[in-house]
């Protein structure tokens, strides 16, 4: 009897091929959707797929891309490359639209011919790594709209961090529709430390993903396996002898019914390895040493790599090779390269070299590869060296190949990878005697490369503690300005990760480059500090800026860059125009020199200035300028992270909330690292509230965590205290709303900055009328006493804090001068409630009738519901005037209403109107149904807020 190589039937899948499917179905119907399919290794993840792929036929594109094992540090976005293959192999060239020289960062090929140089890496740049997201999740979208689209990663286990990064874009930021993202991950290999472990955690929390985790088989399971293997029902002895040692995995139950005996599989190896090794036993010798050399370069390689490595004559590796491959340990596809069938099998044969056999088989495939590096997939060769060398024991060659590897990585934007290799390099720098010649760089200038690439990739954590080591070697004495660069950067990310201020450092890099003599990089450097310590100490940074536009003056040295920092230092000091036209001195200037880093910059303030000026189109537009540019030159995560949410607050401002929520996307999806990714969340947390958004509660949430940093400057805290107010506001929680006023108005620095104080001062001001706290709304009136009132906007929310909090008709005036139709839209209803109050019927239905409008074309949900509430409990129909209480309840109700309103209990009303307590109860809960409110306590509060006890 003869024994199948791998089963022909799927056993024990039934219920998670119907959840596949029932996912296939929700992208068809055009859901983005994504199914993170987990299980241990042989468990049969792929095993299921390929028959959920075969499932499918005609009805949808399938494509399978598969992760490397060459670890984090490993090839950047490596199963995309093989994905984007296939596809250019069916669609040709055109798919891409024209982006060839784009997608060039995923398909090194299709910007050089094979084996070509790659080019030298340049300066990390990073907005055009968020531009080749953008192009892949627009190709899927092409390929989706045609026919849904499947899209297989295998192995996420060893997915490297820029492949991560690009599923979490598609997955969170892109949605794209008609496509069904499916990631499948070895759960045994999800050690507590694994980058994959909180990467899932966070895919969790994203809308439209599924986990399905595959369990081994029962052992009915087991038998059915066997019987399909075998083409016979087994013994139960052999069911109960495999399914003991396989514990129902189906690959091991494969592997020993293809070890052991054909009809009873008896003769059973007693450990996993020597199951996985068993078939591979089995071969010739020549076939086993090839499969040993094969097992050295990765789970897939090309024929000719093979041959270069092995040596062996074309006769010899053309035998051993079929051998292998019948014995189902290789499988050959149509390109000639060879994948091993399951990755546990090479790594069962890899672990069995012998150290000597190890090192030299790693070593003849790097040396073949840097020989011939058309022999590996285009933009391979760099990584797949370094990892071979390393691999080898070599240590030099391995730390030379390792920096080559990292400015390959850098040239891709893999900026996490290139911080990994670098790392590496930095590793093996004590094992090299002669490292700094070999790299033509001393160990600091090592550890500043490194700790420039994980600034770039986000990783401030790792780069504040790249300065500390970089600190202790440096000589202050011998290089100040070495030092000071270093304690510039050290404080930065102090007060990027909100640690402190940073301050310290920043004082101590400007002693040291005080005694520095006069030059661009002193003067550059200078800039930066002042630039810096304008939000912690104003008086230090305006004597530093004027100390550095003197001397670059005097040197006659450009000053484009250094001007900006004194244009924001005017704004500080109350010129009355905050400082723009100073500013748009320095853009001009910035333009014509071509310093676009400067223009950025002078954008990013030109936007801020206009929009506390009030004048938020001509915001809107400065800042998109600013996003164009910064694109350009590759800083939009960092310094364009901040355009892109002054835009946002723009055009929030303006009423255009749609366009403002896809601006906050647009940021979310360059996910700006520390706090400079707070100003966009926050503005988005607000607007989801605003909206009745689904997950306005999560996106809250995130951003008041930021709360709980040690540090946080005045310019991110206030907002955040406005948020929280809101937030509580909303939900009518007057505790918490009395709480957060509380926090806010001890905060001393609600007082310094207007723009940032009025929002919340007024905000606070509601909460104290809503709880009836006079002791709040007397603090609140206290200290904006000390506070400016200068623009439009400041002057509205001034109104309404002199009104206690509430909506008259000055604060209605402030907001339509103010020009933000939101804010317009909410005192409106606040001033429909108080005319309802005062008995003002003829003013109440206009003010309902122009909120909701309003709200409706915000899309701002709350204010609309809120509206039509309140038009319901006011007795108005439609858009039309009305008299409060007039449709809404009825005579009989208006006289229990009164009665529950003086605090009578049901019996008592009964007594008073001559009715039973039964029928009394009933009025009243029809009364608290009508209403909108919860208790009989809230319908009478209502009543006289509303006066819907007068007569008609």
């Known amino acids: 009897m003869s024994v199948r190589p791998t089963s022909t039937i799927l056993v024990g899948r039934q219920r998670e091929m119907a959840r596949l499917r029932a996912a296939a179905g929700r992208a068809r119907a055009g859901e983005p959707v994504t199914v993170l399919v987990g299980g241990e290794a042989g468990v049969g993840k792929t095993r299921l797929l390929e028959e959920f792929g075969r499932s499918l036929g005609d009805d949808a594109r399938l494509l399978v891309g598969q992760c490397l094992e060459l670890g984090e540090a490993g090839l950047p976005f490596a199963p995309f490359a093989a994905v984007l293959r296939t596809v250019l192999r069916r669609d ?48 899927f979208g092409r390929l989706a709209a045609a026919q849904p689209l499947i899209l297989v990663i295998e192995d996420l286990h060893w997915a490297d961090r820029s492949t991560r990064d690009l599923i979490a874009f598609l997955v969170r930021a892109a949605r794209t529709g008609r496509l069904l993202l499916v990631c499948t991950y070895r759960t045994d290999e999800l050690h507590r430390g694994h980058p994959l472990r909180p990467f899932l955690a966070e895919l969790d929390r994203a809308r439209g993903v599924e986990r399905i985790e595959l369990s081994r088989l029962e052992r009915d399971g087991t038998g059915a396996v066997l019987a399909g293997l075998l083409g016979a029902e087994p013994a139960a002895r052999a069911v109960d002898d495999i399914h003991d040692r396989t514990q129902g995995n189906p690959l091991f139950i494969e592997e020993l019914a293809a070890a052991g005996s054909p009809i009873g599989c008896a003769a059973l190896p007693e450990t996993l390895r020597d199951l996985l090794l068993a078939r591979v036993d089995r071969l010739s010798e020549p076939a086993q040493r090839v499969l040993r050399i094969a097992a050295a370069g990765g789970n897939r390689l090309a024929h000719q790599l093979l041959a270069e490595v092995a040596g062996l004559p074309e006769a010899e590796l053309d035998d051993a090779l079929p051998a292998a491959v019948a014995a189902q340990l290789l499988v050959a596809d149509p390109d000639g390269d060879y994948e091993f069938r399951h990755a546990l099998v090479r790594e069962a044969v890899h672990d069995e070299l012998l150290p000597g056999e190890h090192a030299r088989l ?43 590897a990292a400015c390959a990585a850098a040239d891709r934007y893999a900026y996490a990878e290139q911080t990994r290799l670098l790392e590496r390099v930095l590793e093996l720098w004590e094992l090299v005697p002669d490292a700094a010649d070999r790299l033509g760089m001393d160990h600091l200038a090592l550890l500043e490369e490194t700790l420039g690439a994980a600034t770039t990739a986000g990783d401030y954590q790792r780069a504040l503690t790249l300065t500390r080591a970089a600190l202790a070697e440096v000589d202050t004495g011998e290089q100040p300005l070495r030092a000071a660069r270093l304690l510039d950067r050290r404080g930065r990310m102090l007060a990027m990760l909100g640690k402190s201020d940073g301050a310290t450092e ?48 005097a040197a006659d040295t450009d000053a484009a860059l250094l001007l900006v920092q004194l ?66 030159v590759g800083i939009s995560r960092s310094t364009g992270a901040y355009l892109l949410s002054n835009r946002a607050e723009a055009l929030l401002a303006l009423g255009r909330w749609t366009e403002a929520d896809q601006v906050c996307a647009e940021a979310a999806r360059l996910d700006p690292p520390g706090v400079s990714g707070l100003h966009w969340l926050q503005l988005r947390a607000a607007l989801r509230l605003a909206q009745g958004h689904p997950r306005a509660d999560e996106t809250v949430a995130r951003a008041l965590s930021f709360l709980t940093k040690p540090y946080l400057h005045p310019h991110n805290r206030l907002p955040l205290y406005l948020l929280r107010l809101e937030t509580a506001l909303a939900a009518d929680d007057r505790v918490e709303a009395l709480r957060a006023a509380q926090a806010c108005l001890t905060d001393p620095a609600i007082v310094d900055y207007p723009r940032y104080s009025w929002p919340v001062l007024a905000a606070a001001a509601r909460a104290a009328r809503h709880v009836g706290d006079e002791a709040v709304a007397g603090e609140v009136a206290a200290l904006a006493g000390g506070v400016a009132a200068r623009f439009p906007a400041e002057r509205a929310y001034a109104a309404e804090v002199v009104a206690c909090g509430a909506s008259g008709a000055e604060t209605l005036v402030a907001w339509r001068t103010a020009g933000q139709p939101g804010e317009l839209a909410r005192v409106l209803l606040g001033y429909a409630e108080a005319a309802a109050g005062a008995g003002k019927r003829d003013e109440v239905g206009a003010a309902v009738s122009e909120a909701a409008g309003l709200a409706d074309g915000l899309g701002a949900v709350r204010l609309a519901e809120r509206a039509a509430t309140l038009a319901r409990r006011v007795g108005l129909r439609g858009a039309g005037n009305g008299r409060p209480g007039a449709d809404l309840l009825t005579e009989r109700e208006r006289e229990v209403l009164r009665l529950v309103a003086a605090g009578h209990s049901n019996s008592r009303i009964a007594e008073q109107l001559f009715i039973s307590p039964k029928t009394a109860s009933v009025h009243v809960s029809r009364i608290i149904a009508k209403l909108d409110v919860t208790n009989r306590v809230e319908a009478a509060a209502l009543a006289h807020r509303l006066n819907l006890l007068t007569d008609p």
């Open 92 to 139: 040709g060239p055109g798919v891409l639209d024209g982006y060839d020289a784009e997608f060039a960062r995923l398909l090194p090929e299709l910007a050089r011919p094979a084996g070509a140089a790659a080019p030298a890496a340049g300066p990390p740049s990073d907005a055009p790594r968020g531009y080749l997201f953008e192009l892949v999740a627009q190709l």
């Open 362 to 404: 790693h070593a003849r495939f790097a040396a073949a590869i840097e020989a011939h590096p058309h022999l590996v997939a285009a933009g391979r060769a760099p990584a797949e060296i370094a990892h071979h060398w390393y691999a080898a024991h070599d240590h030099p060659r391995a730390l030379v190949t390792a920096r080559v």
């Open 506 to 553: 920043l004082r101590e890099a400007y002693r040291l480059v005080s005694g520095v003599s006069d030059g661009p990089d002193r003067l550059r450097l200078l800039a930066d500090l002042a630039d810096h310590l304008a939000r912690i100490d104003h008086a230090d940074a305006a004597r530093i800026a004027a100390e550095v536009v003197t001397a670059a003056q």
């Open 567 to 632: 244009a924001v230092l005017k704004r500080r000091e109350g010129a009355a125009d905050l400082g723009l036209a100073e500013l748009r001195r320095c853009e001009a200037l910035a333009r014509t020199a071509g310093e676009t880093p400067a223009l950025v910059s002078a954008l990013v303030h030109i936007s801020d200035v206009l929009f506390e000026l009030g004048r938020y189109d001509e915001s809107a537009q400065a800042a998109a300028d600013g996003v164009s540019e910064a694109r350009r």
